[in-house]
């Protein structure tokens, strides 16, 4: 999956927690909202002097990144609740961030057929 895909995939599936979601399309995705987010940060306090616009973007991709959290972890057979760790301060982000790098798990789980193989 290529930049472009993985960013329209991950809007376009705005608010599906069910399915699986590829490491790559993850991945892309985060690279994407990272340096949107920095580039609208860096605009907004040269101009503004406060993250405005940073902020209504961050707002506005606040559900598509939960959707897309938990269909990576749909993706390596874990339940979409192990999100809910990131709340858990240091350890948490660490978890989580073990099961995003994780590969997939292969062949059919409990939420569908294997991304990389369709």
Not at 8 to 21: D, E, H, I, L, T
Not at 43 to 55: E, I, N, R, T
Not at 89 to 117: A, C, E, K, T, W
Request: glycine share 12%; charged share 10%; hydrophobic share 50%.
């Amino acid at each position: 999956m290529n930049f472009m895909d993985a960013v329209k995939s991950v809007y376009s599936n705005y608010v599906g927690f069910q399915g699986r979601a590829r490491r790559s399309e993850y991945w892309w995705w985060f690279l994407f909202y990272v340096i949107v987010y920095g580039v609208l940060y860096a605009v907004d306090m040269s101009v503004f002097g406060y993250p405005m616009l940073a902020g209504l973007f961050a707002l506005g991709s606040l559900i598509p990144a939960i959707a897309v959290g938990v269909r990576r972890l749909h993706d390596t057979g874990r339940s979409g609740w192990w999100i809910l760790i990131g709340l858990v301060p240091l350890v948490g982000f660490i978890v989580l961030l073990i099961f995003y790098v994780m590969d997939s798990q292969p062949g059919v789980n409990q939420h569908g057929p294997n991304p990389r193989v369709l």
